[in-house]
């Protein structure tokens, strides 16, 4: 074998080795997970039970997240992940390469992820904006929440559970289990009525579940923090002397129309338990999910001898406080000018 011949086959092996040591650096180090140009946010993978390998790849190329799809179809066959799928949530950072991604996606080791609601009316809301949060589906949280015996195992009926879900922020796994889900929510109820509010809800004549749908009134009535204490008292005053509440948001929770941004006679004509312009007490349930903060200022609420009050004609969004029914009609009369003014008459 001549020397030539000996030094020419050492460059070829030395060429083919360089050839394919970047290759196998470009498979697993060259950014091809969520690496379109001006990726700056992570790509959040969902894998559902039972996914397949092949169920992955497609969810990668729907949401355009996957560059190369045969580098990673190669590399997930070299480590056996296309044999090791696992359910979960996986954030995948902008230009991750291929090992790193598998590694991850390999370990079933998910991301937590932060759930935020508040603003919401309804049970079917609430339902509709937690249950498209989770693996699980809206329709499993639905049958659950209309269940009396699941309700009634963390002390609620099927209209006042909504009370145990306190507007915040939370962290879950994707992946939780619908009777897990519930568990942790009723722990967070738990943990925000410490004894102290339980005790300032009784000093008050409220149960919790009550101190929750007054403070739904309140909220719909005021999103003026330094303000709602104060409706608060009016509130807790008329409940003393047995006056009924006729708190117009009820009026607009009864009639599911929450576009209504008048009041008038023929809304109070309804025959509904919400109707607290008919039927005195509260309602049967909230009209919305308080915040933490509005429940504190029922439980907290400014002590006073007024019985009324009224949307201030400025439309600052705080009113104007009375003792008597002649003074309240005068301040109404001067709203309800306001209101025609500007040619807001429903």
Partial sequence: MSRNFKIGAFLTICILATTFSFYFWQVFKTPNLNAKEGANE????????????????????????????????????????????????????????????IVKLRSGNQDPMTVTFNNIRLKSDLVQRLGSKFEFSTDTLARLLNDPAVCARFGFDTTTIVCMFLPNTYEFFWTIKPDAFLERMGKEYKKFWTPERQAK????????????????????????????????GVYLNRLKRGIRLEADPTLVFAHRDFTIRRVLNVHKAIDSPYNTYRFAGLPPGPINLPSPATIDAVLNPEEHDYL???????????????????????????????????????
């Fill in 42 to 101: 992570p790509f959040a993978l969902l894998i559902h039970k039972g996914s397949t390998f092949d169920s992955v790849v497609d969810s990668l190329k729907k949401h355009d997240a996957l560059e190369d799809e045969v580098s990673f179809r190669f590399l997930s066959r070299l480590m056996k992940y296309n044999q090791r799928v696992k359910e979960g949530r996986y954030e995948i950072p902008p230009n991750t390469g291929n090992y790193n991604a």
């Fill in 201 to 232: 809800a009784k000093a008050l004549g409220l149960t919790q579940t009550q101190a929750q749908v007054l403070a739904s009134i309140v909220a719909a009535e005021t999103n003026k923090r330094d303000e709602q204490p104060r409706v608060a």
């Fill in 308 to 346: 009324y009050f009224v949307a201030k004609a400025d439309f600052s969004g705080y009113h104007t406080f009375s003792k008597t029914l002649t003074e309240h009609m005068a301040n109404a009369r001067i709203y309800q000018q306001a209101l025609t003014q500007r040619n807001i008459m429903r």
